[in-house]
């Protein structure tokens, strides 16, 4: 095998520890203060890049893209810890990261990034991706990347993939009831929407980020601009539930005491 | 309004979750078909026959005895196009979630899938689903038709009706040898003694990264606090949930608990399964507490820090205490 062209597909969405709290704004729905909330890399697409550089470091040849879209100002602050992980070619696209916006719109803007690449071979390419993202958690962009691209074969909640001599690999997907679901694929191109995988986040590596850099400035620099927003979504109603529990607390009680309440509550 | 209740087989039935939405697409009213695709089809589908539909359409071909995208994305083209539907419901399967919104675009439709509440009143559509991880509730619609709508599990009743024998339309759909590139070999699953997961069980136990830390005694005790959960899933017949935390320790090479996997996680990037009951345990963080237990009904925490801001106002009762004395004596009473 010549090496794999990893694509792997993934923006940015707010720190998992910020509070949302949502707006209406000309375009749609959006998060109040959203171009000030601090971002992190879709945790699920992280995965994809951090399983794409290991698989790209076992077969000899592979190359790594990073296909992003989002806010361009936004997706330079993110290239400054993202870029230090894992070595990647950032494609950047300058557009609404939000969770509002319509998959079937982003997944156009994806393919079209995907299919520009110079030197694409479809014969050696993988595109990676989350499972779903943070935002807006669809589990559909990845399917309508898959098919502009004309590409056959998709997995979803992908954690693992191995590569074996002859290229056709081996992958275990996510199922109901904490099983996996085990297939063989005859060879690339295929699609895999990453679940958590099995990579430690890999450390910061000042002389990979350096690496990175050298070519992130350019790309967020020619990024295009992508009008995507909510499509055909008609958003009548966005609100956080009340969820306030009155919470009663219990302390100074004998573990026996709390056993017997909880076995009681647990039969109940 | 044309509707397809469009369902796949488990083992040759259809499972609870196929049940679900055949009994939502029902309710809905609009002129109602029922899809069926996977081994065994045509003898599945008379489980739902009184549920009201017009007609009943198969695809059981081989090809799609094994859940694979290229070939149920074909079969579920084929049924939505012979169906003619403006609407489509599927349950948001594994297999479907994969393979759905695929088929959407080859039918030029709009998907949207996880939705938890659908509801037609003078054909004018609206679906409820999550956004942010279960953080943010939106009521929406499409005008654009077709509509495929993914609907979880564990929100609606199941159809409920005697099986009898009804007129079986099969649908013919072309599997080229392109569509078969890819060949399911089996499921990797763990012996049934050690399965950690299970989605109908009546509680959710979520252990947290304090399980690990050095006890009161300064030691860990992490074999011991791996007995105690086992001990408690055992008896109770519960479900297992982690915290990000504490399964990502596994994969950072340090000692935790052999049998959590990230399979286990719930919250941010886990599931947020669905459970009458929710015990979180020595958990201090945001995911288990806000996101992981979205869907759990009642919840109740174990938990050393009384302040902790996470349960508080997320779980209905917490216990100042220290988890491994409580469980202990939990595990004995469950004997």
Known sequence: MSGLQIVVCGSLVPDPLQTLEPVTTPQGPGLKNETMLPSVLDPW???????????????????????????????????????????????????????????????????????????????????????????????????????RLGIADLFAGVDEIKIQPDGSFRVLERIEGGRYLVSTCAGAPAVLAWATGNLPEPPNNPQVGMANMRGVMPALQKAKPAAVGVGGIVYEKVEIPPQKRATRIVKDVPASEIAKELVAWLKA | MKILALVHTDNGALPKAALETVATAANLGGTLTVGVMGAQAGTAVQ??????????????????????????????????????????????????????????????????????AVTAEGGNVKAQRWFYRQRILATFSRTARPWLLLVDSGINAPWQGPSAQIHVEPVAVAFPAETQRTTVTGIQAPA????????????????????????????????????????????????????????????????????????????????????????????????????????????????????????????????????????????????
Not at chain 1, 50 to 76: D, H, M
Not at chain 2, 85 to 96: G, H, Q, W
Not at chain 2, 220 to 237: D, N, R, T, V
């Open chain 1, 45 to 147: 697409s992280a995965h994809a890049l951090f399983e794409a550089a290991n698989l790209a470091k076992q077969v000899a040849g592979s190359k790594v893209w990073l296909v992003s879209l989002g806010p361009k100002a936004k997706l330079q602050q993110l290239m400054m810890t993202v870029a230090q992980k894992v070595p990647f070619e950032l494609v950047a696209i300058d557009g609404s990261a939000s969770g509002f916006t319509d998959a079937h719109g982003v997944s156009a803007v994806l393919a079209d990034a995907i299919a520009a690449l110079p030197g694409l071979d479809k014969s050696r390419l993988l595109v990676f991706g989350g499972c779903a993202s943070a935002s807006r958690d669809a589990s559909v962009t990845m399917q309508g990347v898959c098919e």
């Open chain 2, 192 to 335: 049934a003694d050690a399965q950690t997961i299970r989605p109908e069980a009546a509680i959710l136990f979520v252990a947290g990264a304090g399980w690990t830390k050095k006890q009161k005694d300064g030691q860990y005790h992490i074999g011991e606090a791996g007995a105690l959960i086992q001990g408690f899933l055992s008896k109770a017949k519960a479900s297992l949930g982690s915290s990000k935390s504490l399964v990502d320790l596994k994969s950072e090479g340090q000692e935790t608990l052999s049998f959590m996997s990230h399979m286990n996680q719930v919250g941010q990037t886990g599931s947020t399964p669905r459970h009458p009951k929710g015990l979180s345990t020595c958990c201090h963080g945001e995911e288990p507490h806000a996101v992981g237990w979205r869907f759990i009904n009642e919840r109740r925490a174990i938990n050393l820090d009384g302040n902790c801001g996470w349960a508080q106002g997320k779980a209905d009762v917490v216990y100042v205490a220290d988890a491994f004395d409580v469980m202990t004596q939990v595990n004995a009473l469950l004997e």
């Open chain 2, 47 to 116: 489980a739902v026959a009184g549920c009201g539909a017009t007609k009943f359409l198969v695809v059981e071909d081989p090809a799609v005895a094994q859940p694979r995208y290229a070939t149920d994305a074909a079969a579920a083209t084929a049924l939505i196009q012979a169906s003619g539907a403006e609407l489509v419901l599927a349950p948001n399967s594994s297999r479907f979630a994969r393979a759905l919104p695929g088929a959407a675009h080859r039918v030029a439709a709009q998907v949207d899938t996880h939705v938890v």
